[in-house]
């Protein structure tokens, strides 16, 4: 098993999240964050004052997946998210040692489904 975390635009939320559904892939878990890299912010206008802000606005999907299907997710992710421009986010793909279910007690590809 393999937890895959996306960083990447809020604007692209709905077609990542879709694209992911597509492949079979129901556990999903987006959380609203911020941080910043190449793109290093940008200078904001209100009221006639300027303000820098550092942090850019992301959303972080997280799932958990079997080792056959990381690749197709990560490829619909970067097919779904990539605009060419810097902010795009990034992919993380990092090894699961177990997975339970709370319900069941289903452990390992199992507790997945």
Known sequence: MMKIEAILRPQVLEEVRTAIQ??????????EVRGCGRQKGFTHRYR???????LIPKVKIETVVADDQVDAVVEVILKAARTGEIGDGKVFVLPVGEAVRVRTGERGDPALA
Not at 48 to 54: R, T
């Open 48 to 54: 006639g004052a300027e303000y820098a802000v550092n």
């Open 22 to 31: 597509d492949l079979g892939v129901h556990g999903l878990t987006v959380t």
